[in-house]
């Protein structure tokens, strides 16, 4: 994963100041040009570690999804999470937007028009096997949800769905396949 800080960590008795880190209007800072976070040292237990450095970074996300209103409220829901967020209408846009904006996760919807999103999943795992990609699907079909997993996809998220468990579930993609040596 090669998610980027959105802005410095600045020790406070030995926390990072998330609020800060995040660039949230209500820490007081103005996020312009990210500095990098080399040589910070966070410590803790692994798993406390590895959750504060998934968070304490700027993930890209391409969300992948044809209805505007959905594609608005989810867009809006993940920049509120910290993520920088990536949209594609269909499934040839999206895959233009991974070679050009190389996300570091994806969220797809199942029906998209033109380019479904089974084929976009395809490609992805042949072309693109590290990014994790989480599945929309609107249809009420178990089987065919499932068979994204045998596919590659990380998960699915059943529409409509509760933006705490998409974002539990985003995390935990995230946190599958984030590598603090990168």
């Known amino acids: 994963m090669d998610c980027q800080p959105r802005a410095p960590a600045k020790a406070q008795g030995g926390e990072l100041v998330l609020g800060r880190l995040l660039g949230r209007a209500d820490a007081g800072v103005a996020v312009a040009d990210p500095p990098s976070l080399s040589g910070v040292q966070i410590s803790g237990s692994p798993e406390g570690c590895r959750t504060l450095l998934t968070v304490a970074t700027l993930c890209r996300i391409l969300l992948v999804e044809d209805e505007r209103e959905i ?3 989810l ?27 190389r996300p570091d996760l994806i969220l797809l919807d199942i029906m998209l028009p033109g380019l479904n999103g089974l084929e976009v999943l395809r490609r992805v795992r042949r072309d693109h096997p590290k990014i994790p990609v989480i599945m929309l699907t609107g249809i009420n079909d178990e089987v065919l949800a499932r068979s994204t997993l045998k596919m590659g996809a990380v998960d699915y998220v ?12 985003v ?3 995230i946190g599958k396949t984030f590598d603090p040596r990168r």
């Open 75 to 101: 867009t809006e829901h993940l920049e509120r999470e910290g993520y920088a967020v990536i949209q594609a209408v269909d499934g040839e846009r999206a895959l233009h937007s991974i070679t050009d904006e």
């Open 158 to 169: 059943q529409k409509p769905f509760d933006p705490r468990h998409l974002s539990r579930v």
């Open 71 to 73: 594609r608005d409220l």
């Open 171 to 173: 995390l935990a993609a």
